[in-house]
């Protein structure tokens, strides 16, 4: 099967701009969460989805949104950017909440 | 906040040398998972372990679940190269979700 796929892989933005992240599951899985990785706080949970429904939320501000579509693909919103969204954002897919993540190869966001 | 603590932040050792990381909740929880992210790549999933006191091992990487279901390790015997990345520990707890421990840094000096 293939594996998890995220576009755009990088991407530069400057601040007060918005940005539009996608993730692709492993065919099967309906669960998409979506995490922010940064060298100073790690791995940090944003959100996840199942049946396009979003069942777990982490402590983010309202700025990042995220959905999913029918067919388990996902899209995740930050608006008005700021210096420290820079970040690795990785989307992991799972059969079912908050089981096994596999993950993708991320988006590599730099706010400038 | 984060409430899976894991320590060390930064481990180094000789090649050949073990090493262990330690992952700590304050509350129980369901399980608990282990992931490597090599340096530039992704985290990848390890292992899960579901039962209080479990045991496991893959090669030279032995996996264990506390008793109370709040803490885990994992052991590296006769580090390689190849062990080089980040392991993290990601916990179920309760209505939480998972949570992952902000990871252990090995660093394997030849």
């Known amino acids: 099967k293939a594996g998890v796929t995220q576009t755009p892989r990088y991407l530069i933005k400057t601040r007060g701009q918005q940005v539009t992240l996608s993730c692709s599951p492993i065919s099967g899985h309906r669960s998409v969460s979506w995490y922010q990785q940064t060298p100073g706080q790690g791995l940090q949970f944003l959100f996840e989805y199942f049946s396009e429904t979003q069942r777990n939320k982490g402590n983010f501000p309202g700025r990042f949104s995220g959905r999913q579509f029918s067919n388990s693909r996902s899209e995740m919103n930050v608006s008005t950017l700021e210096l420290g969204d820079s970040a690795l954002y990785l989307c992991?897919?799972?059969?079912?909440?908050?089981?096994?993540?596999?993950f993708g190869p991320g988006t590599r966001l730099l706010v400038l | 906040g984060q409430q899976v603590m894991q320590i060390p932040q930064y481990q180094h050792v000789q090649e050949g040398e073990d090493f262990t990381t330690y992952c700590n909740s304050s509350?129980?929880?369901?399980?608990i998972q282990w992931y490597k992210q090599r340096p530039g790549g992704h985290p990848v999933f390890l292992i899960q372990?579901?039962?209080?006191?479990e045991v496991k091992k893959q090669k030279r990487l032995t996996f264990q679940f506390g008793e109370a279901k709040k803490n885990s390790s994992l052991h590296i015997t006769a580090t390689q190269t190849t062990d080089v990345g980040t392991y993290f520990c990601?916990?179920?707890?309760?209505?939480?979700?998972?949570?992952f421990g902000k990871g252990t840094h090995l660093i394997i000096q030849p």
């Open positions: 509350t129980t929880l369901s399980n």
């Open positions: 990601a916990g179920i707890r309760g209505a939480d979700g998972l949570t």
């Open positions: 992991a897919s799972s059969l079912v909440v908050q089981e096994t993540q596999y």
């Open positions: 372990l579901v039962k209080s006191g």
